[in-house]
């Protein structure tokens, strides 16, 4: 029941701050428009490169407003509230990444989907690629929760927190990326799935345990 009453806040919360999920989408569908205006109407060469650059501007995108995820709460004492009534850290940390993913990942796959039309990518595709951001975006807001909190409190965290996510978001890029590229050019491409979705299955119960512990010594 906590867990259902957290996550309306927060997607009540995202409404109040809507012009940050606007201007992710905004930044996604720029930095993904620019590489075909600058490379030319070469449909092949798009193709090519399409995986690795939606890949790129999704999770950069997903990033923009992953500082203020815990941000707000610690400025304001709600983390202190919430723990008072006996709330779980973990499930805390646990809510406000699926708050993140349900307000930042969703509109970025709506999002993504007239790129693939951009990028010369066949309507066959589609599906695998969906499934895959949807893991890819989802590992992002467990990660990125997660060194966000262990950011938390620290001078100059916008400069830390992509430090400390990147490096960690390395291999869903990777996997993410081989996936769509084997399925295009007719490869095995369910390996990568797999590893994709085994990082997903590593994130879901470590990141929200991790979390926790870092929003209790931010409190204390």
């Not at 009534?85 to 708050?99: C, D, E, N, V």
């Amino acid at each position: 029941m906590p867990f259902i009453l957290l996550l309306q806040r927060e997607i009540l919360l995202s409404f109040r701050h809507a012009s940050d999920t606007i201007g992710t989408i905004l930044f996604f569908i720029l930095t993904a428009t620019l590489f075909p205006l600058a490379l030319g109407p070469e449909p092949q060469r798009l193709q090519q490169i399409a995986p690795a650059i939606l890949w790129v501007c999704a999770l950069l995108a997903a990033l923009l407003p992953m500082e203020r995820i815990f941000q707000q709460d610690y400025e304001d004492g709600s983390l202190d509230q919430f723990f008072l009534l006996g709330i779980s850290p973990s499930t805390l940390a646990f809510t406000k990444m699926t708050g993140h993913w349900l307000c930042t990942g969703i509109p970025l796959l709506c999002a993504s989907i007239p790129l693939t039309i951009l990028y010369n990518l066949p309507i066959s595709i589609l599906p695998i690629f969906i499934i895959s951001l949807s893991l890819g975006t989802a590992c992002q807001s467990l990660v990125g929760g997660m060194t966000n909190s262990i950011a938390l409190g620290a001078k100059k965290n916008s400069f830390l927190l992509p430090l400390l996510t990147f490096p960690l978001l390395t291999p869903v890029l990777i996997f993410g990326t081989m996936l769509i590229d084997a399925k295009l050019n007719n490869l095995a491409f369910l390996p990568n799935l797999q590893l994709l979705g085994a990082c997903f299955a590593i994130a879901l119960p470590f990141c929200p345990l991790a979390a926790g512990a870092g929003l209790r010594l931010a409190i204390e």
